[in-house]
């Protein structure tokens, strides 16, 4: 099972390209009629160009075939996914190329309210701009 000495596990680089027609298909999923992730002219007078919704990175899981994941020992019909959040430190847009690196930030354990074990496992994901 996961424990501590996981910590500064990577899993393999992962590149995936920033497409409008996936950006599309993203937000339609979503419900998001919004015509800045479609109308290239709006897109680059407000905001300089088509940009992805926050959310659009977890795309990343259907690039890499599951490589892009740390090798931990997990017993995958247990796992609930806890938690996601995203920084920016600059804006993403069409035609951006990014590759993203996961790293293994923490594992540890909490007793659940029923009495049992719970082995928490935090990986970040550092993405790197081709520009």
């Given amino acids: 099972m996961a424990s501590p000495s996981d910590i500064g596990k990577t899993g393999k680089p992962v590149t995936i390209h ?11 999923s979503l419900k998001d009629r919004s015509p800045l992730y479609r109308d290239e002219e709006l897109a680059a007078a407000e905001i300089g160009g088509i940009m992805p919704p926050p959310t659009f990175l977890v795309t990343l899981n259907h690039w890499d075939e599951g490589e892009g994941r740390p090798r931990v020992k997990l017993d995958l019909p247990r796992v609930l996914h806890g938690e996601q959040e ?22 540890f354990q909490k007793i659940g309210g029923r009495g049992g074990k719970m082995i928490f496992v935090v990986m970040d994901t550092e993405f790197t701009n081709q520009k």
């Fill in 18 to 28: 920033i497409e409008r027609g996936k950006i599309r298909e993203f937000t339609k």
């Fill in 86 to 107: 995203f920084e920016y430190l600059k804006p993403i847009y069409v035609g951006d190329v990014l590759t993203g690196l996961t790293t293994v930030t923490n594992v």
